[in-house]
């Protein structure tokens, strides 16, 4: 297999401890650490064949507390940011909480099958403010005012949504993952997809705005390994060509 003395050239970001990986100092480049969102729209957007494109990256939580991001990309300028949204716009993590919270562990792909048995029937798993903004307000104010947590962590923000779930039983059931009858939690499942479809396709939209005669768009991050949710953004017109660069399994909503 490979070794560490078969790489011929590191390239190291100043954060990285590389010594205690006994890696060969003249083999080294020091280099700055990458964005985490821009190192995903890269990936996507230089293998694919598009000259230029409209991009969009959404996973759990990017290296600066960002969520989601949107830019334009072109082989002659680069990339340019349009637009960045903050962890509590992170549809990565809402999706990844409402299937921990049916199956009690990271199965995303399973509750992304659950939901195509039903239906939402209008249920709303969460009240969504505006601009994609998935985590509320009303969840925010809660986390700071009443249990005295001015920067929430990412599970503080987790445990919140359960508790905001479990106050809603009379419309969403108990969600218990010991449960054998996994099919009664579809109509929650169907719920939280049909979020994120919306949310995704808003992205699409905003892109577009900025960028009205694009016909190109690549996508990138965990959130897009929901195939259920590309579909609909396929099907949906804003975009000609659609590249999906599959390598990007963090938080995500497969």
Known sequence: GLTVSDIDIWLVPTTWNWKKHFIDESKVV???????????IAGSFYTSNFEHACCICSDGI???????????????????????????????????????????????????????????????????????????????????????????????IRQELYSYWNDKKEYLGNINYYNSSILKYAPFAAAVQDDLDKNILELAKIAKKYYP?????????????????????????????????????????R
């Open 62 to 156: 990017g290296g600066r507390g960002e969520s989601i991001t949107l830019a334009y990309a072109t082989r002659k300028d680069g990339i340019k940011t349009i637009k960045s949204f903050d962890f509590w716009h992170s549809q990565g993590i809402y999706y990844e909480t409402a299937a921990n919270r049916v199956t009690g562990r990271s199965s995303e792909g399973k509750f992304m099958g659950l939901a195509s048995w039903s239906k939402s029937e209008g249920l709303r798993p969460i009240e969504i403010d505006g601009h994609n903004r998935v985590i509320t307000n009303r969840i925010l104010e809660n986390l700071k005012h009443n249990k005295n947590i001015e920067n929430p962590s990412i599970d503080d």
């Open 213 to 253: 005669e694009e016909e190109n768009l690549c996508l990138s991050g965990g959130t897009f390994l929901n195939c259920t949710s590309n579909g609909l953004l396929d099907r949906s017109g804003l975009f000609k060509n659609i590249y999906n660069k599959k390598s990007c399994a963090i938080t995500d909503t």
């Open 30 to 40: 020091i280099t700055d650490e990458a964005n985490h969102h821009l190192a995903h």
